[in-house]
């Protein structure tokens, strides 16, 4: 069995391991319901079209946001382990 702090490429599988890119998709569309609700307010019309545009673009927005800052935690974290390993205390 392989250490988990080895250099190999991180899957997208491995980031999605507790659930949050689904976490994220869930939030993502919270937020397409309350940019709907207020364009309601405003006195707007939803239709079909602009419903699936602006969900499309919370999601794609909120994956190219996540997506890089997962990556950049997953190594934050591995060389906190490679220093707690040497013995190095942050």
């Known amino acids: 069995m392989e250490p988990c702090y080895s250099r190999k490429p991180v899957p997208l599988s ?3 391991r507790d659930g949050n890119l689904d976490a994220a998709f869930v939030v993502g569309s919270v937020m397409t319901i309350g ?3 207020i364009n309601l307010l405003f006195g707007n019309r939803e239709t079909a079209g602009f419903i699936w545009i602006t969900f499309s673009s919370v ?3 909120g994956v190219l ?3 890089p800052i997962a990556l950049i935690v997953s190594v934050i974290v591995q060389g906190t382990r490679k220093s707690h390993r ?3 205390t942050l």
Request: glycine share 14%; proline share 0%.
């Open 65 to 67: 946001l996540a997506l």
């Open 59 to 61: 999601i794609n927005a």
């Open 86 to 88: 040497e013995g190095v």
């Open 14 to 16: 491995a980031l999605d």
């Open 35 to 37: 940019i709907l609700g």
